[in-house]
């Protein structure tokens, strides 16, 4: 599609009253310190969970909204989210289902799964190296999720064009949009998502894609050799390949030595609206720290039920039953 005739729907955010930190003060004062608990925990014996996290929030706010739609169960009678897919190798759900356990023996009722997830997302990035950031909250949880509400969440075959298409439905800018991509600075991929790029053209002899660090190539070439096998036994690789495990903006580094795995994530380096964005976060940690932070809470307002919208689920992966 033709970026010029891109017709970008109205702001999905909301508004500052709408969510507070400390919104559960009152009515559960250890809400945070149970979630973070919890996460803390898994963390201690998989620090990956981390990534796993941040994918969760992506993929749960990148459907209809931050509202843990991504949690629902499938049915014999409706395929959720989770279905889907592009969900099927999310992690971390036993992290939410686990807090939300917690939760509901000190204060049932109260506490939202989607919240839960924003609270448990913001502990993992702190304990990834990340900033810590006050997450507003008082979301509520979705009464729906089908599988055919799965689209339009950014992928590595997609275009920067069109990337920016999606992350403006949502009410995110180009620079938000480079910014959360910083998530990569941690967690890994599979082989099939670049494994086009350590191929060359039968015609031209040339390797497909942009260009790669000679030496990345040979590493990825051996680490996922030339079989094709079924993606959840496919090896996997860091999305960084300098400091794996932290968050920090080493990832933008390398994507300016030609060290990007994904192409998605290399032409962020290479295209005229997004090089620039790459180029100042490189030469600034703090920054890019902060920038993260920041972005990280105005995704979590992205189309957000409040006051009496939707629910408080009582079990994160099933909707409440009616009363």
């Known amino acids: 599609m033709n970026p010029l ?3 970008l729907l109205p702001i999905a955010l909301v508004s500052a009253q709408d969510l507070r930190v400390g919104f559960y003060n009152s009515s559960c004062p250890q809400a945070e310190p149970i979630v973070k608990a919890v996460v803390q925990k898994h963390f201690g014996t998989d620090p990956s969970i981390a990534a796993g996290l941040l994918r969760l929030y992506f993929h749960d706010c990148f459907v209809r909204g931050c509202d843990a739609s991504i949690l629902i169960d499938s049915t014999e009678k409706a395929r959720s989210e989770r279905f889907a897919g592009t969900n099927r190798s999310l992690r971390g759900l036993d992290i939410i289902d686990e807090a939300k356990s917690n939760l509901e023996a000190g204060c049932p ?46 992928g590595p075959m997609d275009t920067i064009p069109q990337a920016i298409q999606d992350f403006a439905r949502k009410g995110l800018t180009v620079k938000d949009m480079v910014v959360l991509l910083g998530a990569h600075s941690i967690g890994v991929t599979h082989c099939g998502g670049f494994r086009t790029r350590l191929l060359r053209s039968p015609s031209t002899g040339k390797f497909f894609g942009p260009t790669m660090d000679t030496s990345l190539r040979a590493k990825l070439q051996q680490a996922c050799g030339n079989s094709s096998i079924q993606l959840e036994n496919e090896p996997t690789v860091s999305f960084d390949q300098n400091t794996p495990m932290a968050i920090d903006n080493r990832f933008y580094s390398e994507l300016l030595h030609s060290r990007g795995v994904l192409e998605f994530d290399q032409m ?50 099933v909707f409440n039953m009616p009363s």
């Open 268 to 317: 962020l380096a290479l295209d005229n609206s997004t090089k620039g964005i790459v180029e100042h976060l490189a030469s600034d940690n703090d920054g890019f720290l902060k920038k993260f932070a920041d972005a990280m809470v105005k995704l979590g307002n992205v189309e957000v039920l409040v006051g009496s919208e939707g629910e408080i689920r009582k079990k994160c992966n």
């Open 5 to 7: 005739f891109i017709f």
């Open 109 to 154: 009722s109260t506490v939202s799964c989607a919240d839960i997830i924003a609270l448990a997302t913001r502990d993992a990035v702190v304990l990834a190296g990340g900033l810590g950031y006050d997450v507003p909250t008082g979301r509520r949880d979705g009464l729906r999720s089908e599988v055919k509400d799965v689209r339009g969440i950014p």
